[in-house]
């Protein structure tokens, strides 16, 4: 029995560098892969991926080649992050802004790059009020299959926890506005009757 075909959006992800970098336009490699599979954008979105990348969505795809879209930057050598240590001052900003969470420290403490973790996306480094992170050459051996394989999976656990923190606080949000209203004798429900009521001449 053949195996079955994965969606065009799993195979066009599957030869995206997963910078997560976001020069394409998009939130992520794989929102930037369904949009090219929805007809929404056009291969040749991805500096990271370079001449190399655009020809292999292009063969996936039938479609020409095309140039690298000069909007979306510039083929350069991919970069590694690292932190200046000494002049850290723990604001977490750079920890925020890596899509893959190859950032670790604390507030007030001095904050590392996991270099192996690290895509290079560059993120880190406009996010950082003191301009103490550098870009150092990132070694030929972490550019490749198993590399972009970790890092999308780490960019998809980071994404499915953001979703999960804020729906728990929207749900701390409701519980304490209903605490604050039932605390106060009101409830939005009654207070909507009321208005209804209110419009109608009635007395509530």
Known sequence: MMSPVPPPADRIDALLPQTQCEQ?????CRPYA???ARGEAEINQCPPGGAAGIAKLAALLDRPALPLNPANGVE??????RVVEDECIGCTKCIQACPVDA?????KLMHTVLADDCTGCELCVPACPVDCIVLEPMPAEQIDQAHADAAREHFRRREARLAREAAER???LIARKAKVDAAAGTSPVLAALARARAKQGKSP
Request: glycine share 14%; aromatic share 4%.
């Open 24 to 28: 394409c336009g998009y939130h992520g």
């Open 34 to 36: 369904e949009a090219i």
């Open 76 to 81: 350069k050598p991919r970069m590694l992050a």
């Open 103 to 107: 950032i670790v420290g604390a507030a």
């Open 170 to 172: 929207e749900a701390e």
